[in-house]
Nanobody, 124 residues
């Protein structure tokens, strides 16, 4: 089992920045690729980005490419989502998730463990 807890959400003005954290506990954190997803009201949960288990590679959705950056600190068992140039359409509940599968995985079903989510609201 892997337990994930997100933090860092809040209210920010458009154009601003925010950093989300996801603290992991349980089984070996470094064995899992980590992903970030988001879900806006009335919409389906969507893929935001992913970082490989070793942290060497990342992959992002087109909607956030160049604005969001994912990193991980294995010593702290934590993965981060740095969000910049935020837009009102980035408003959503953000979730981190862990996947034991290799390769780029963007589907919800390919992630084994999930956090409870943290709200991000971007005002115009």
């Amino acid at each position: 089992q892997v337990q994930l807890v997100e933090s860092g959400g809040g209210l920010v003005q458009a154009g601003g920045s925010l950093r989300l954290s996801c603290a992991a506990s349980g089984r070996t954190f470094s064995s899992y690729a980590m992903g970030w997803f988001r879900q806006a009201p009335g919409k389906e949960r969507e893929f935001v980005g992913r970082i490989s288990s070793g942290g060497a590679s990342t992959y992002y959705a087109d909607s956030v490419q160049g604005r969001f950056t994912i990193s991980r600190d294995s010593a702290k068992n934590t993965v981060y989502l740095q969000m910049s140039s935020l837009k009102p359409e980035d408003t959503a509940v953000y979730y981190c998730a862990a996947s034991g599968r290799l390769g780029v995985r963007t589907s919800i079903s390919e992630y084994d463990y999930w956090g409870q989510g943290t709200q991000v609201t971007v005002s115009s």
